[in-house]
């Protein structure tokens, strides 16, 4: 199959470059890009779909990573060779651990197993709705022993960054989300207003009404809001566009979460767009996949990133974040992504390994004992 694909794609290089007076490597380092290959089966290749563009920042590096993330991903075969290869697994929550409320089969065996194997683990969420202490808490209600310190959520990230950038104590936050994000900056000793006090907030819009805002507001925080209003886009909006320097953070941009495990919910990227559209501004994401918490994470516990696989249920956050941090990535199907959506041509994402869902770990090793 590669070797078929290679040729294919030799043509397709020779064929651009000699209808091109520019060569693939020249002094403006304009690199011609694999857009999309895709495979109908692992036997042969009855369609090679490939649009070439001509992209000023595509270097090689990027180009065999392109070319790397099209390779079929094959399914976790080998659990203790996976085990072996590395010191941390960092585990999404939503749809790996849990389900709404409900612990997925087999989870607590297989964290006894690979705690008894010398493995740290880490747990990071994108959900911002509870801070580190209250995720503690959950975790003991579904009878997973996991201290405070192994827990990392978007709404602790949003703070640690703050702490990073030495955010003005005299500066306050906006935050548009729920009690997580309020708890985990009162920790870090930060200002703030807003949050699910303002959930209950309108606007009587009357001739002339002009709607005052905090000047002291240095950075409005957005996560996951099910207390999102009008008031709450409007006092954000006012804030980033006219208070000087103002920071514009989301939590993450997450399309949909488990609130149950009875279907999918909107998730915080809808609050987040909301300001987007209001500011025409982009935020910065402190949560998956960007690589702060990766980059914390590794600072802290002094992780090599190689050392560490990253396990998740979502493509475009759990792999994404693992692969921005160079980490290997495993990917289970007892969350959002579903096989179909793994193997569709539109999909540019693939982790290293796949499998049903964590538990895996243990019926994969005893299938190669």
């Not at 790996?96 to 880490?122: A, N």
């Not at 500066?171 to 985990?184: A, P, S, T």
């Not at 507001?217 to 957005?222: F, T």
């Not at 696989?309 to 160079?326: A, E, K, P, S, Y």
Request: proline share 3%; charged share 20%; glycine share 8%.
């Amino acid at each position: 199959m590669i070797t078929k694909a290679a040729v294919l794609v030799s043509a397709s290089v020779t064929a651009a470059s000699s209808s091109s007076s520019k060569s693939l490597i020249n002094p403006s380092h304009r690199y011609l890009c694999l857009e999309r290959l895709s495979f109908v089966n692992s036997l042969s290749v009855s369609a090679l779909a490939i649009k070439w563009r001509s992209v000023s920042n595509c270097s090689p590096n990027k180009f065999s990573r392109i070319m790397k993330t099209r390779a079929s991903t094959q399914p976790l075969k080998n659990a203790d060779e996976l085990i072996a290869s590395v010191e941390t697994f960092i585990f999404d929550c939503d749809g790996v651990i849990w389900k709404g409320d409900k612990l997925i089969d087999g989870v607590p065996e297989t964290l006894d197993m690979l705690r008894s194997k010398g493995k740290r683990l880490v747990f990071v969420t994108n959900n911002s709705t509870k801070s580190r202490k209250q995720y503690g808490k959950k975790f003991e209600t579904l009878g997973l022993n996991v201290n405070e310190e192994e827990i990392f959520a978007s709404s602790f990230a949003a703070a640690a960054y703050l702490k990073s950038i030495n955010f003005p104590k005299d500066k306050k936050v906006y935050v548009i989300g729920e009690d997580g994000i309020l708890k985990e900056l009162e920790l870090a000793g930060f200002q703030y207003l807003g949050g699910p006090d303002d959930g209950g907030k309108k606007i009587e819009l009357k001739p002339g009404f002009l709607m005052e805002h905090d000047k002291d507001v240095g950075a409005v925080v957005v996560g996951f809001d099910r207390y999102f209003n009008y008031y709450k886009v409007q006092y954000g909006t006012l804030c980033i566009r006219e208070n000087p320097g103002c920071l514009f953070i989301a939590t993450n941009r997450d399309a949909v979460t488990h609130l149950t495990d009875a279907q999918e919910w909107a998730g915080g990227g809808s609050m987040v767009g909301a300001i987007c559209g209001s500011t025409q501004r982009e935020p910065l994401i402190v949560g998956k996949p960007s690589t702060f918490m990766m980059d914390y994470l590794a600072n802290k516990f002094g992780i090599l990133k190689s050392q560490i696989c990253m396990v998740g249920d979502r493509l475009d956050t759990d792999i994404l974040f693992g692969q921005n941090g160079g980490c290997k990535t495993l990917l289970v199907l007892s969350g959002v992504t579903t096989l179909s959506m793994l193997q569709s041509p539109s999909n540019s994402i693939q982790p290293d390994f796949y499998s049903n869902k964590i538990s895996d770990f243990l019926s994969l090793k005893a299938a190669t004992v």
